[in-house]
Every structure is written in structure tokens, then in C-alpha cells.
């Protein structure tokens, strides 16, 4: 299309309308991502309208200029990753049943592409860390409360046995906290009033104090590894004071309310004896040997196992765990199972290419705020990958999510390091 001044002052506006029609649809998302079992499913279509719409018109927008200037970082890695999945699911033996469960795949590339689309300056990444904020800052309120009375403020939601789970399905998924907290932890930092920063620490604090009453292993070993990453990539003294008391807050928590039950759970992976994943992680062993290159199946982790367990060599004295197990606890061997060294692999190298622009941030950034962004995303990383060994999984949605803030944002890590923050934008 002809580039006349007039098509470019209506590409113009028509692409900051667009990105803002994204954006709103990012957060909105987001913001209901830790109840989203409990709210109304049209709350998260109207998000995933908005997503759609506006990147359809951003593409519009480009299609306008005779200079199109929309443009994804790692698209060819994403797109070798998801493919993965495709080429799993079409070579499966259970075809229908591993297609049925993989409905998540395409909201989570919209999600790869719309978070570069509509985080491009500094200002977005901090309405964005706003919004993160808000989610631990929900979880820890629902956390607390469910402590003290036994059910979860909105939702009614009651404990999960003695232990809690601030509205979740389950304890363990409170692992999103340490996950999303460095980055959430930039609008404290970065927050222009006094007050936000007040309201933020509490945010976190809430949050923080949820972990320890969950007695999650998972949710706090990903708690001190972002404590151990961020006060090795920090320079502020501030900031470490702050972490330590976290971690020592979180800990004294566990500590407090059953001593008992949480040295158990502390020392239970140690005991081979007394831990599930074991089992699990032998049977996934077993099932990539079937099929090495290409997997038997995303998501088919239930469906196989009874009858892998049966056929692997267990630790003497030990009985493997019996009943529904919908995923494998680990997400490494969860992609050998389900979708072999083409899937293992293309994760790796995803996450490689990822943590290689974050690390080449951190070493050449030239300001305060560009290291500390960079810090964040790598302590993210390190939870995410460190509890992504004995748990999550792809089956869970949140996990699809936040694996794609994280790829996204360091994608466009170089672009936001660089770029001040905008006034009114």
C-alpha cells in the first residue's frame, strides 16, 4: 500500500490503539489467572478477544506502511518448540485424547507474540509488574485468610487436608509466587509514591507469608533460589536486606505453625523411601524409551503410567504411588515421556537463547534500573527451572503463561533496557 502522510498518521494511531487494546488484554488476563477455575469462563474469552483484536489490527497497521516494523524476537526457537507438541500429538498412538487436552497451546503462543506486541517501553513493563503485584497480592490475602478461618474469602474454598492454597487447586501451585515475584518486586522499586512502595512490600509480604503457611517444598525451595539469584545479581543493599527477610519470614512461618510436619516434608525428597516422584520419574524413564525421538503423547501421562510402573525396577522397600497421577512432577522428564529429545531438546534450546539475552543484559547494562530488570528475569528463571525439575507442568494453564512472560520479556530484554520510561504512555 502507497505510504502518504495521511495513511501514516492513521497507521499511527490506529497501532497505539491496537497495542492498548493488547495490552488491556494481557493484564485483564493475568489478573485472573490465579482464580480463573473459580470465575465465570466469559471473563477470560473477553481478555483473549481483546489479545486477538489488537494484534490484528497492529498487523493491519503495519500492512498499512510501506515500512512494516513489527517485528518477534525468537519466533523461529517458539515455533520449533510448539511444533514439538504438534509432531507428538500426530504421531501418538492416542491421537484424539492428546489433541483434546492440548487446547492451551494456541492461547499460550498468542501470548509469546502479544506480549512483545504490547510490552515496548518501560512504562508497560511497569503497568505489567502492577498487575503481578496485584496477583500475589490476591493470593496472599486469599492465603491468609483461608489460614485463619478455613476457606477462602471469595470462592469458599477450603483447606487442602491441613495445608493451604490461597484459592488454587492445589498447595503446589502456589509456586507461581517465587516465580513472578522478582518481577513483580520492579514496581516497588521503580514506583514514583511512597505509598505504592508501602502497598507493594505488603503485597509481597502477603504473598510470601502464604508460601510458608502452604508448607509447599516445591514453592519454597523456588523462594530461596530466588532470594540466593537476586542477591547474587543485586548490587542494592536495600534489596538484599529485604529478600533475607522474606526468606527468614517465610521459614519462620513453616517453622511455626508444625515443626514437625515441616522438617518431614523438608528432608522427604532425601528418603527415597517416602517420595512419590520417584516412581513417577522412573516410569517417565521407562515410557521415553519407548518411543525416544518423538514421545508417546503430550499430556497422556496418566494414561500411561499404571501400567509403566509395572515394568520399571523400584527401589527395594518402596511402593510406588497408586491411583490418578496426571502428570510426571518434573518438566524435563515430562517432555522426554510425552515428547522425546525433539521436545527436551527444543525446550533447551529455547530457554538457552532466552537466558543468554538475559545474561548479556545483566553484564552490559549501564544503569541501575536495566540490571535490576535483568536480575529479576534471571532469579524468575532460576525458579522456574529449578521447580521445574521436581514439579510443574505443561498440563497446568499458569505454567503455559508464565513460561511465555518469561521467554517474552527476555526476548524484548535489549529494547527495554534501553528505552527510558515514557511520559503518558
Not at 130 to 138: K, Q
Not at 361 to 377: E, F, I, V
Request: hydrophobic share 55%.
Amino acid at each position: 500500500m502507497d505510504e502518504t502522510p495521511h495513511n501514516r498518521a492513521v497507521s499511527s494511531s490506529l497501532e497505539l490503539r491496537a497495542r492498548a487494546c493488547v495490552e488491556a488484554g494481557i493484564l485483564g488476563y493475568l489478573v485472573q489467572l490465579p482464580f480463573a477455575s473459580q470465575l465465570p469462563p466469559v471473563f477470560q474469552t473477553v481478555a483473549l478477544a481483546a489479545i486477538l483484536v489488537g494484534l490484528l489490527l497492529v498487523g493491519w497497521a503495519d500492512f498499512v506502511r510501506s515500512q512494516p516494523s513489527l517485528r518477534f524476537e525468537l519466533l523461529g526457537p517458539t515455533l520449533v518448540f510448539f511444533a514439538s507438541f504438534g509432531i507428538s500429538i500426530f504421531t501418538s498412538d492416542h491421537r484424539g485424547l492428546s489433541a483434546g487436552r492440548a487446547y492451551f497451546l494456541p492461547i499460550a503462543l498468542l501470548f509469546f507474540l502479544a506480549l512483545q506486541v504490547a510490552v515496548v517501553s518501560r512504562a508497560s513493563l511497569l503497568r505489567l509488574s502492577f498487575v503481578l503485584l496485584a496477583v500475589i497480592g490476591s493470593l496472599g490475602i486469599n492465603g491468609i485468610y483461608q489460614a485463619y478461618s478455613g476457606a477462602a474469602p471469595i470462592s469458599g474454598q477450603s483447606l487442602y487436608g491441613e495445608r493451604i492454597r490461597g484459592g488454587l487447586p492445589h498447595p503446589n501451585d502456589l509456586a507461581m509466587i517465587p516465580i513472578l515475584l522478582p518481577l513483580a518486586a520492579l514496581a516497588v522499586t521503580e514506583a514514583s509514591r511512597r505509598w505504592l512502595s508501602a502497598g507493594g512490600g505488603l503485597a509481597i509480604a502477603l504473598g510470601v507469608a502464604t508460601v510458608g503457611l502452604s508448607r509447599s517444598r516445591n514453592a519454597l525451595l523456588g523462594l530461596a533460589v530466588v532470594v540466593a539469584v537476586s542477591l547474587f545479581a543485586s548490587r542494592s543493599r536495600r534489596a538484599w536486606l529485604a529478600l533475607t527477610a522474606l526468606a527468614v519470614l517465610a521459614g519462620g512461618l513453616v517453622a511455626v505453625v508444625d515443626p514437625q510436619s515441616a522438617v518431614y516434608r523438608l528432608l522427604d525428597p532425601a528418603l527415597v523411601r517416602g517420595d512419590g516422584r520417584i516412581g513417577l520419574w522412573l516410569s517417565a524413564l521407562e515410557i521415553f524409551r519407548e518411543a525416544p525421538l518423538l514421545g508417546s503423547g503430550p499430556f497422556l501421562f496418566d494414561r500411561l503410567y499404571p501400567s509403566f510402573v509395572e515394568r520399571v525396577e523400584l527401589p527395594g522397600g518402596y511402593h510406588a504411588e497408586r491411583g490418578y497421577i496426571p502428570w510426571v512432577h518434573s518438566l524435563y522428564l515430562e517432555a522426554l515421556a510425552e515428547r522425546g529429545l525433539l521436545g527436551l531438546g527444543s525446550f533447551l534450546v529455547l530457554v538457552a537463547l532466552a537466558l543468554r539475552r538475559v545474561g548479556s543484559a545483566w553484564r552490559d547494562a549501564l544503569t541501575a534500573a536495566s540490571r535490576n530488570l535483568a536480575a529479576a528475569l534471571a532469579a524468575s528463571w532460576a525458579a522456574f527451572l529449578v521447580m521445574g525439575a521436581v514439579d510443574l507442568s505443561f498440563l497446568k494453564d499458569w505454567v503455559w503463561i508464565v513460561f511465555a512472560l518469561l521467554v517474552s520479556l527476555s526476548a524484548r530484554l535489549r529494547l527495554l533496557s534501553a528505552a527510558p520510561p515514557t511520559p503518558g504512555q
